[in-house]
T-cell receptor, first 114, second 109 residues
Framework: IAGITQAPTSQILAAGRRMTLRCTQD?????MYWYRQDLGLGLRLIHYSNTAGTTGKGEVPDGYSVSRANTDDFPLTLASAVPSQTSVYFC?????????????FGPGTRLTVL | GQNIDQPTEMTATEGAIVQINCTYQTSGFNGLFWYQQHAGEAPTFLSY????GLEEKGRFSSFLSRSKGYSYLLLKELQMKDSASYLCAVRDSDYKLSFGAGTTVTVRA
């Protein structure tokens, strides 16, 4: 089934630990995005990639890093998790960054940092 | 950056019409999107406006006025399954989306 997958579905993590959230899409979309969603704040962009090999910072990039080695995968790494990173994380992709191309969202990862 | 405002909550009756307003202030406008998000699920695309006017898609319509920094999403013939959050998102000149906090719509029988 075509679409975006994220792993894990949920995770409880001790503060200070390193964690990588995985995101894979099979739609051959050029652009990919990572958001966090917190109650009352809506979706906020963490990092994005308009094409394989390039990445950019979004609204809330501190404490997170990404890589885009190929078209399909866009992992998000928390180098040293802190409780304020407790959130629901959504990965998204779009065919290209512009035009009327909507973003397709993965099912999300619910992360709790204790 | 973007500043996007939409009401927090709205309640309506099954079969009725609801209009969700969204106002924005942007440093570079490159399109406006509406997404639907059911509780515990991912957002899904509803509509896209880049020029002024109304876009209609079945029971859902979206309107844009760029000069006023204003959009609305109109939901007609409300059904119970329309109970969800509706997210307004503005795209900037770098093709990044900024989202409003969302409007939770509750449809009552």
């Amino acid at each position: 089934i075509a679409g975006i997958t994220q792993a894990p579905t949920s995770q409880i993590l001790a503060a200070g630990r390193r964690m990588t959230l995985r995101c894979t899409q099979d739609m051959r979309h050029n652009a990919m995005y990572w958001y966090r969603q917190d109650l009352g704040l809506g979706l906020r962009l963490i990092h994005y990639s308009n094409t394989a090999g390039t990445t950019g910072k979004g609204e809330v990039p501190d404490g997170y890093s990404v890589s885009r080695a190929n078209t399909d995968d866009f992992p998000l790494t928390l180098a040293s998790a802190v409780p304020s990173q407790t959130s629901v994380y959504f990965c998204a992709s779009s065919e290209i960054a512009g035009g009327g191309n909507e973003q397709f969202f993965g099912p999300g990862t619910r992360l709790t940092v204790l | 950056g973007q500043n996007i405002d939409q009401p927090t909550e709205m309640t309506a009756t099954e079969g009725a019409i609801v209009q969700i307003n969204c106002t924005y202030q942007t440093s570079g406008f490159n399109g406006l999107f509406w997404y639907q998000q059911h509780a515990g699920e991912a957002p899904t695309f509803l509509s896209y406006n880049v020029l002024d006017g109304l876009e209609e898609k079945g029971r859902f319509s979206s309107f844009l006025s760029r000069s006023k920094g204003y959009s609305y999403l109109l939901l007609k013939e409300l059904q119970m399954k329309d109970s969800a959050s509706y997210l307004c998102a503005v795209r900037d000149s770098d093709y990044k989306l900024s989202f409003g906090a969302g409007t939770t719509v509750t449809v009552r029988a």
